[in-house]
């Protein structure tokens, strides 16, 4: 008998998204007049830059010619690419990272979704809440936590982020083996310094415990203080796995291309306790279950790191960021407390007494606005929304100014 993975049936029953999509198409369905705005989902909504849309034609021109055209490429990714993402986002920023310790991929959900592969079952995780809910629901399917009681998956040790703690994880009082963070942060746009991610290397070094750090919005930090990456801190290489996509730094949520850092010195331990290396592992896994990203989106990737491509990816954030002003300061003028929107494209508005989904519920209702509710990022966000900045900018002016008359 061909029998289920019964921690599927562990899983909340339907995706956030599919929720929202579902109240959405009622309100339309009874509103048909109305002009609804989206920012809700993080999905970015500017065509990509010329100086990629250029490589990306070269890519497919050469797969036209005999003489030039790419079967199978290194699952790693191409050197061309792999060097320029070395140089340029880490070497250039003074973090020791080398071309073979990136493994090109076709998302950054994939990469922070699989890479939990690698660890033992019994292990113990830390995860924020609220947080990317992908980090959660992979660790559920692979059985790594008990049932969904109270909003919350035994086995897990949840790291609340509120606004008592600045919407920073705070160290956890047990000891922990694997511990998720995420910044700039989705869902909250908060952003850690290089103290505070110092607090968490220094952890994971003495306790023999591993850091996953999603950094799919670094390109967003417009503050020069922040570090960009886990290895601008001294000590992350020995425990510390990086994330990265082009998905919101270059527009390529549909092109796909990301990348996942794993440094040589990352050493986990197997069940006799004796040293074992990640990046051995890694290379292992994606060389058996992956087969490269396609040749032409690795050179609309590779020419992200262009002079042209450096500056229109650059303008691109800006645009993103400056919607992100426009929704904050509307937020500051009607009054409620937030985080986010300065380095980040999210902002994370407190409710206050309002539960989300009826919050989303105003907006939706009120001004044709859809939002994402907090709680669909976990318990901690029951009291708040997430606004995004992926939109135009007249439609962010536009959805701002209906919030003003609808709130105020
Ligand atoms: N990590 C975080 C924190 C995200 O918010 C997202 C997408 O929204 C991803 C990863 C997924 O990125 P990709 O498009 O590369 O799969």
């Not at 036209?64 to 070395?86: C, N, S, V």
């Not at 692979?142 to 919350?152: Q, Y």
């Not at 920073?168 to 000891?175: F, S, T």
Request: aromatic fraction near 12%; charge should be negative; include cysteine.
């Amino acid at each position: 008998m061909i029998r289920a993975n019964d921690n599927y049936s562990k899983l909340k029953a339907s995706y956030l998204f599919s929720d929202i999509a579902k109240r959405v198409d009622e309100y339309q369905l009874k509103n048909p007049e109305a002009q609804i705005i989206r920012l809700g989902i993080g999905d970015v909504t500017r065509a990509l830059a010329p100086a990629v849309i250029k490589g990306f034609h070269e890519g497919v021109d050469e797969m036209a010619r005999d003489a030039t055209f790419r079967g199978y490429g290194p699952e790693q990714g191409y050197d061309f690419l792999r060097d320029q993402i070395a140089k340029n986002d880490f070497q250039d920023r003074g973090a020791d990272i080398s071309a073979d310790e990136i493994f090109v991929s076709d998302g950054a959900k994939c990469d922070t979704g699989n890479f939990q592969e690698l660890f033992a079952k019994d292990i113990t995780m830390a995860i924020p809440d609220p947080v990317y809910p992908a980090y959660l629901d992979t660790n559920v399917m692979a059985g790594r936590t008990g049932e969904f009681e109270g909003g919350r998956y035994g086995g897990i040790v949840y790291m609340d982020c509120l606004k008592e703690n600045n919407f920073l994880p705070k160290l956890p009082d047990e000891k922990v083996d694997l511990i998720y963070l995420c910044f700039p942060n989705n869902p909250t746009g908060s952003t850690a310094t290089k103290e505070e991610l110092k607090v968490w290397v220094d952890y994971a070094r003495e306790n023999k415990a591993l850091i996953l750090f999603d950094a799919a919005y670094e390109s967003f930090i417009r503050d020069e203080a922040l570090p960009k990456t886990i290895y601008e801190i001294e000590g992350a290489r020995q425990v510390a796995v990086e994330f990265r996509s082009f998905s919101k730094t270059a527009g390529f949520t549909g092109t796909r291309c990301a990348f996942t850092i794993v440094p040589k010195d990352c050493m986990i331990f197997n069940s006799k306790e004796d040293k074992v290396s990640l990046h051995a592992m890694w290379n292992r896994r994606h060389s058996t279950k992956f087969n490269g990203v396609s040749y032409p989106v690795q050179k609309a990737a590779q020419a992200v790191y262009s002079e042209e491509g450096k500056a229109q990816v650059r303008d691109q954030i800006a645009y993103y960021l400056n919607n992100a002003d426009i929704i904050r300061k509307t937020v500051e003028f009607l009054g409620f407390d937030y985080v986010g929107g300065k380095n980040s494209p999210y902002i994370w508005i407190d409710g206050k007494d309002r539960d989300s989904w009826d919050f989303f519920d105003l907006l939706l209702s009120r001004a044709s606005v859809v939002c994402t509710p907090g709680a669909g990022f976990g318990r901690c966000g029951k009291q708040y929304i997430r606004i995004s900045a992926f939109n135009s900018l007249e439609n962010v002016t536009e959805a701002m100014d209906r919030l003003k008359g609808a709130l105020q």
